[in-house]
């Protein structure tokens, strides 16, 4: 985990020049005007006594200091995120401009600032912003976090996140936090990777639409007396997209996608690929519920689901369980005794269920009417 610079920077860090307004201990009225900015300090000296005193312990000299600091114009702003001052002030910084892409795109370039604080604004800067940060390949080898936060950015381009996979694979990287990543390097090291571009390519405005798609709702509607699945009109369009990626780009897209994504991906052929949908930190216990039904799932991810505590306090996942003939017999066996009399009946009359699995659910029957 990367260290995160913290306010109030310690005093000995401060320049002399500054420590009669920025010491904690220093008189309330000398802190006040400071920050109000009415002390004859510029640039960097002024940004760096702001931050100091937004951490104040004294509410009001804090108040004050924030305020003077967000009224700041950008012709004083902008020319400070160049120069070299304590982490901590352009951690506060990036935190409080954190909309400003002026800002950030100047900090991101700033051997100065931490690479806690580059990992945080590649968490959900714009796409300039990524490309900046994506092209200084000795800080993100330095901070493999950073290559984490950008590969997780919904704005980060495809073939950027592509790139980046890359690198990390050819430096023996970790990167623990991005699911399914052994897979993820073997596809990108057996590929021809583009080089960095001004502009998205072709295959990056494919995905871009793709993700964009605003629909959180499952894609798929399982008719759960007959078994038959189908993809829902509205839907169509986004399952051919998804059709027509790569695994790489499917990976991602289960990460970062929707639920109508997650749920056509989770049904996909390959097992690297719908397991990356159900282990999906946005899956929610409804979509799984609905994946548990499916005749199209693998039986990977039914087991999957079935040995996710937090998804079997839900009663509905494990009848869905009992009743899909593609789950692992042990895995429906250990779900009997949390059945309904009803549920039992029904299960042993159901088509498809394997024979012993049915008998059992027959004897559970009958122990309820004895």
Known sequence: ????????IPIDAVPERLRRFADPNAPEPAKMMAARGMVPVKGGDLVLLLVQLS???????????????????????????????????????????SKNDEVLARLVGNHSVADATIAKISAHCAERITEIIA?????????????EALYKNRNTRMSTADRLIELAARHDLELPGIPMYEEL???????????????PLPGDDAFTMALA??????????????????????????????????????????????AAARSILVRD???VVAMAAISSPTMSENEAKNA???????EDVLRYIGRKREWLRSYE??????????????????????????????????????????QAAKRRAKQFQS
């Open 55 to 97: 951490a104040d312990r004294n509410p009001a000299v804090s108040q004050a200091a924030s305020d003077t600091l967000a009224g700041l114009p950008e012709g004083v702003l902008l020319p400070v995120c160049t120069e070299a001052l304590h982490p901590a002030v352009f951690h506060e910084v990036a935190l409080r401009f």
């Open 292 to 298: 548990a039904q499916s005749r199209e799932v693998s």
């Open 213 to 258: 798609q605003d629909a959180d709702q499952d894609a798929v509607e399982v008719d759960s007396v007959e078994g038959t699945e189908e993809t829902k009109e509205e839907f169509v369009p986004l399952q051919n997209q998804i059709r027509n990626m790569n695994i790489g780009e499917k990976i991602r897209m289960a990460l970062l996608g929707n």
């Open 269 to 271: 052929p390959n097992r």
């Open 317 to 358: 996942i494990k009848r869905h369980l009992c009743n899909n003939p593609k789950t692992p017999l042990a895995l429906s066996m250990t779900f009997l005794a949390h059945l309904r009399r009803n549920d039992l009946r029904a299960l042993s009359r159901s088509r498809g269920i394997p024979s012993p699995l049915k």
């Open 1 to 8: 985990m990367l260290p995160i610079p913290e306010l109030p």
């Open 135 to 147: 092209i200084n390949q000795q800080r993100l080898i330095g901070a493999p976090e950073i290559i």
């Open 185 to 199: 390097k073997r596809q990108v090291l057996g590929q021809l990777i583009p080089e960095p571009s001004e502009e």
